[in-house]
């Protein structure tokens, strides 16, 4: 059964700090990497994808992938209240379709 | 900005009923999925569809339940003889280069099998 795994936290982070988000997998071959965004009771939106080990960097937002660790994080840099949301990782293997994480609950307050 | 469109928003059903849920994709999207999320756990694929037929499927995607790309927009979920487990927010998405690329969700329909 090919898995994805995340803390289901709550991480608390005060506003402005530096929120990490940290995701492994289980299917080496694996091929995609994505992290996806998800407020409560509405539908995952995308935040970033990465391919490629190493950092992806999208305004303050930083994917980091490490396929020979199988793990993918996530950075959010100057964290916002309006980031307090449930953060998904999800991975693709060689089959059209994403395997979802049980998603990390991200709170910052001010 | 296109979306993805599904309708209803809420259905409530009495257990052994069926039920459609309709999806208006993205209109140049080509692969079009059907995921679940139960209340308080993860994100599941039940479908994958493209070039108007069924491209991968999950254990949970068993005989109860079909999909449909009925007149070219359109693309439905039934569930033919509805259980209690299969209450849930299922949510149709659509990409225009499949799972590899950004999905597209539309905002999803709840489904109450009492």
């Known amino acids: 059964q090919k898995e994805v795994e995340q803390n289901s936290g709550p991480l608390s982070v005060p506003e402005g700090a530096i929120a990490s988000l940290n995701c492994t997998y289980s299917?080496?071959?694996?091929?995609?990497f994505f992290w996806y965004r998800q407020y409560s009771g509405k539908s995952p939106e995308l935040i970033m994808f990465i391919y490629s080990n190493g950092d992806k960097e999208d305004g303050r937002f930083t994917a980091q992938l490490n396929k020979a660790s199988q793990y993918v994080s996530l950075l959010i840099r100057d964290s916002q209240p309006s980031d307090s949301a449930t953060y998904l990782c999800a991975v693709k293997g060689n089959t059209d379709k994403l395997i979802f994480g049980t998603g990390t609950r991200l709170q910052v307050f001010p | 900005e296109p979306e993805v469109t599904q309708t209803p928003s809420h259905q409530v059903t009495q257990m052994g009923q069926e039920v459609i849920l309709r999806c208006v994709p993205i209109s140049n999207h080509l692969y079009f999925y059907w995921y679940r999320q139960i209340l308080g756990q993860k994100v599941e694929f039940l479908v994958s569809f493209y070039n108007n037929e069924i491209s991968e499927k999950s254990e949970i995607f068993d005989d109860q339940f079909s999909v449909e790309r009925p007149d070219g927009s359109n693309f439905t979920l039934k569930i033919r003889s509805t259980k209690l487990e299969d209450s849930a927010m299922y949510f149709c998405a659509s990409s225009p280069q499949g799972a590899g690329g950004e999905l597209f969700f539309g905002e999803g329909s709840r489904l109450t099998v009492l």
């Open positions: 299917d080496r071959g694996s091929q995609s």
